[in-house]
């Protein structure tokens, strides 16, 4: 494993990926982490559209904030990670960024909805593992 994607939304299980990946890449030496957020285009919709590469540059001080808690537990364990964000749907800005980047694994988090409400709605990290071809590490 060369280099491993973080897709971080904030939430509790996110933090819980971080830190799992974080203890994962103590282990080995020399794997480049990129943490990601992807922004819902909603939010960003008063701002008008947005080119891809405007996203990182407009946003990137908030998303950084929002990924704090992540950013940490690298810093903690004397580690460096990159800082990416995007627009989108999710699940298809992390596909899209793992094949960019040639991300060989992911590791992020699940929010536990169960098995009813993922048949409903579906989840993320659902359509994530339909979209990549990489090993992908769920942490609750």
Do not use: W
């Not at 819980?16 to 957020?37: D, F, K, T």
């Not at 627009?87 to 980047?101: F, N």
Request: glycine share 8%; aromatic share 4%.
């Amino acid at each position: 494993m060369k280099h491993l994607l973080l897709p971080f939304d904030g939430s509790p299980s996110a933090t819980r990926a971080a830190r799992h990946a974080a203890e994962l890449a103590v282990l080995i030496p020399g794997l480049r982490v990129s943490l990601l957020h992807v922004f819902d285009p909603v939010t960003l919709a008063p701002h008008g559209a947005l080119v891809r590469n405007e996203v990182d540059s407009r946003y990137g001080a908030e998303a950084a904030a929002l990924m704090a808690p992540a950013v940490q537990a690298f810093e903690s364990a004397g580690l460096s990670v990159e800082l990416h964000c995007r627009a989108g749907s999710p699940a298809s800005e992390i596909a899209l960024y793992v094949h960019e980047a040639g991300c060989d694994a992911l590791v992020m988090g699940t929010r536990g909805m169960g098995a009813f409400a993922a048949i409903l709605i579906g989840s993320v990290a659902t359509r994530v593992l339909q979209l990549v071809s990489v090993p992908v590490t769920l942490v609750k």
